[in-house]
């Protein structure tokens, strides 16, 4: 459906192999494969499919080595990809975590920090309906209105002469900023209406719990059009209500003694079960080979045994909170291994972009994945924690609880003095202390004021009260 001139390729393609890095790239035989490919028609570019768990902690796989949880199907696309096991997320909550991943931005750079804009007054009838509030989520909306998030670029990116990528995209399961055309998407479940309930994916949680077939009759949908897709693939899994069926709770009951615990880790079965699901429909459409698969979770969770909610991990600055696996298979062009190496859920869609051989947009900070150089050159991965609802929409920095850095092995929670006066520094030696047990901030202050420097480096926000960040340097 639209052409794409050599010297645009072979430019890419250069580009390409220049920083994808010799490891992860199966062959230049596969390149050229594909170079020729991309020449023939859109329709051949990969198609992309993006799974996101939430609330899903990074321990809570098979193949991250848990004892009870089963996870078959993620265990299997885990042989199958480049794994980094220590991949974290900008901000340990679903919003802004989810507009991270389909901006490539931070929290603090894309503006949708928090879960909900300001609330409403108690008096208020319903939160949703609330004027004010209403008004918020619009402008919300708004700032991912004006981004070219992964779907709008996968859509139109200009491949010269006219060409364009033309990728069909659905949206499907959580989704904060209303109708799913504000980020982009030409298809999708979310009908984002307050007045029907709308807040953070409405009509498309069904999606895992309920039905996968909007997927399926989706992508049959662009295989028709012959043209290339992106699923978006979020389902409000395992995330509570923890309402897995009978015959997986029967499996953990006698694993915990905690019907909270077992409860999420049926949950995460559940999740599992559909991801199953959505990659033997790619095998059975021989689609398998010419799709990349990608896996994140939008934050962590650690289940506690005495009740319904979840202990130092979800909006925590602690990696219970931030750390996620985070996976790439290309069958046949990317060589299935492992790495240890910190990575970031901002660096996806530089990564997918670049394997789709799209140009990204200008100022991501993200590196790509399959660039071991790259990688391997970044001194730090950095986030945040703001408050779960907006204090000033128009200024992240107004709701910032923490900036967090990991860097060499070491992480420094840096809490912020405007909202948390009585917080102290924190500092971990995560590369040993994986659960964040002994804080070595007082022994180790100096680590703690050269890392400091590497977050004001990064975002210094003017908010934070100047003479009490000289006294603790
Ligand atoms: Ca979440």
New binding site residues.
Partial sequence: MCSVPRKTVRSNRREFLKSAGTAAVASLAACARAKDSARSSAGARPNIVLIIS??HGWPDYGFMGHPQVRTPNLDRLASQSVVFTHGYVPTP??CP?LASIITGRYPHQHKMAFNDPPMPPKSAPKTETDAAFRAGRDRMNSYMDALPTLPRVLASAELGAGGRAGYLSLQTG?WWQGHFSHGGFTHGMTHGDPAKGGRHGDAGLDIGRKTMQPIFDFIATAKEQNRPFFVWYAPMMP?TPHTAPERLLAKYRDKNPSKYVTGYWAMVEWFDETCGQLLDYLDKQGLADNTIVSYVA??GWIQNPDGPLSIRS?LTPYDAGLRTPIMLRWLGRVEPRKSDVPVSSIDLMPTLLRMAEIEAPTGLPGVNLLDDRAVARRDAVLGTVFEHSGVDIADPAAGLQYRWCVSGGWKLIDPNPARLPNARPELYHVAEDPHEKNDLAERESTRVGQLRKRLDAWWSPTKLPASRRRSER
Wanted: proline residues 0%; glycine residues 0%; hydrophobic residues 10%.
């Fill in positions: 939430d609330d909550l679903c975590s959580k995330h939008d934050n979800k």
